[in-house]
């Protein structure tokens, strides 16, 4: 299993709380004013680490508004939009750049982004960010890969649509090149996805069939898929974010709010908490309650040489006598002395 490594100062593995990554994508509506507000929204969430994207339109696709070029698709959010006309509409002005990741350093986040092209990693690495993302829709796109992975940075990959093949292909490119510190980050593809189609069981096995650290890029409503993605294993949460979904925005309907932002970084630390080690018996903290089990009293008067009964031994809270199981041995014993009604059952009280 590939050992734990650092993020800037955040280390991520097992044996720490899960990175949790807000992503503002396009919500921050064409606006600088807004986008900042997000970032210092991310602050306050305790969210570990703040991405945005560094593409342009010319660097996505072909200004054309046919064909395949056009969003045609009735279940898509998107629909009837030309993709270069997305584009515009969601990509971050690359001089709002330094701003952002300033603004977040400032608060205490990791900040950085998800290039498209070269240029936008030559221009990344001119502002120093500290890791690299690849969206899933460029995960098979080796020759970016293989750019990226050069920088030496740490590198989350979304696994959303390739097929174990193309990962294959994908994780041998990336650290032929030079990634060290390699994520990948279970994901399915759809806005918003559904929980009946996230397969978050693939975790482990992309663990073990990489040997790599691997989390979750979570397009599903509420935060049950990511907080059950820490129990297997999940070291890395990715959740889109907006200050307000009512305010719109590209990927306002499936992002999460300031306040359920906040409640993801709780619940997923909890669940890694609870995850602990294999154990049974009592822990340090549970042994003071181990009075409150049940144990064998006597729960009426007794004279001296009175057999022990069912209705004078019973299995009761405390848990000061002896345990329930010697209840049937005990049955049919006679008493050396007088006990009265609830004393803890010992040995010496027979004969």
């Avoid at 996505?60 to 509409?89: C, N, P, Q, V």
């Avoid at 049940?294 to 209705?311: I, N, P």
Wanted: net charge negative.
């Amino acid at each position: 299993m590939t050992e734990e490594f650092k993020i800037a100062d955040k280390l991520i593995g097992r044996n720490y709380p899960p990175l949790v990554i807000a992503e503002m994508s396009g919500n921050h509506n064409r606006s600088l004013e807004r986008a900042l507000k997000i970032v210092e929204a991310v602050a306050k969430t305790g969210a570990h680490a703040l991405k945005i994207q560094t593409y342009t339109p010319d660097t996505m696709t072909l200004d054309l508004d046919e064909r395949e070029f056009h969003i045609s698709d009735s279940s898509s959010l998107w629909k009837g939009a030309s993709l270069y006309k997305l584009y515009g509409e969601a990509y971050t002005p690359w001089e709002w750049h330094k701003a952002i990741f300033d603004r977040a350093r400032e608060l205490g986040i990791i900040a950085f982004s998800t290039p498209f092209d070269d240029t936008a990693v030559d221009f990344l690495e001119s502002l120093k960010v500290p890791c690299y993302k690849i969206a899933s829709f460029e995960n098979t796109d080796l020759p970016l890969i293989r750019r990226v992975a050069a920088t030496g940075k740490p590198l989350i990959i979304s696994t959303g649509m390739a097929t174990v093949a193309e990962l294959d292909e994908t994780v041998r490119a990336a650290r032929e090149a030079g990634c060290k510190d390699l994520i990948l980050l279970k994901c399915t593809s759809t806005y918003p996805a559904t929980a009946d189609n996230t397969n978050i069981l693939t975790i482990p096995h992309l663990r073990e069939l990489f040997d790599c650290q691997v989390g979750l890029s979570d397009h599903t409503m509420g935060l049950g898929v990511s907080v059950a993605s820490v129990a297997l294993g999940a070291t890395v949460i990715e959740k889109h974010f907006t200050l307000n979904r009512v305010e719109g925005g590209v990927d306002s309907t499936f992002s999460m709010e300031p306040a359920e932002m906040a409640q993801l970084v709780v619940e997923t630390e909890r669940a890694w908490q609870a995850l602990g080690q294999v154990s049974y018996g009592p822990t340090e903290k549970e042994k003071k309650s181990l009075v409150f089990r049940r144990s064998l009293y006597v729960v009426k008067d007794v004279k001296a040489g009175e057999v022990l009964t069912q209705e004078n031994l019973r299995a009761i809270r405390p848990g000061y006598g002896l345990p329930p199981k010697y209840l049937p041995a005990l049955l049919g014993r006679r008493l050396v002395k007088d006990v009265r009604m609830g004393t803890a059952m010992s040995w010496d009280l027979i004969g």
